[in-house]
């Protein structure tokens, strides 16, 4: 007995696949594996509510959220967060609302900016982003030590890009 043949596609037509926008289409993914759970909010699309067990968030379009934990965040010039977030590192060339805390490297490049309360432990900040609000340096060792956490909040409301407050 045979298996029936899939019907073949209509004369002239050819497969369709869908073109990816992300940065990671084609390029080192960071170190995750292909099978991490990485969410990607396409421009034109607005999500409002609870997003859990998310290790990477790409945001192209609008996402609003009470509190979000992820490994990596990356707003593209397009995308908007409003919310709370703790991430291991964040790239914002978008904008984000709100509150943010980064256990490693906040990265806000020449079209990012940053609106409201921020903690990193390393700080980028490209010539032309922005960072309205208070931007607190965390200064503890990394996990594992048994050191107390400092910060050092500085009030950044409209400072340009490379401005040191103190």
């Given at each position: 007995m045979s298996l029936p043949t899939p019907p073949s596609p209509m004369p002239g037509s050819a497969p369709r696949q869908r073109a990816s926008s992300s940065r990671f289409h084609g390029q080192d993914n960071g170190g995750y594996t292909d099978?991490?759970?990485t969410l990607i909010v396409h421009s034109g699309v607005t999500i409002r509510g609870n997003?859990?067990?998310i290790e990477?968030?790409?945001i192209e379009g609008t996402l609003e959220v009470e509190h979000l934990t992820v490994?990596?965040?990356v707003i593209s010039p397009e995308g908007s967060f409003r919310g709370a977030a703790e991430a291991g590192t964040a790239e914002i060339s978008g904008t984000l609302e709100g509150e943010l805390t980064?256990?490693?490297t906040l990265?806000?490049?020449a079209s990012g900016r940053l609106i409201g309360d921020a903690e990193c432990r390393r700080l980028q900040v490209e010539e032309g982003g922005q960072i309205t609000g208070k931007l607190g340096m965390i200064t503890s060792p990394l996990p594992g030590t048994k050191e107390h956490v400092h910060t050092q909040p500085h009030d950044m409301a409209?400072?340009?890009a490379g401005a040191q407050k103190g």
């Open positions: 099978n991490a759970r997003i859990e067990n990477r968030l790409i490994k990596e965040i980064v256990r490693n990265t806000v490049r409209d400072a340009p």
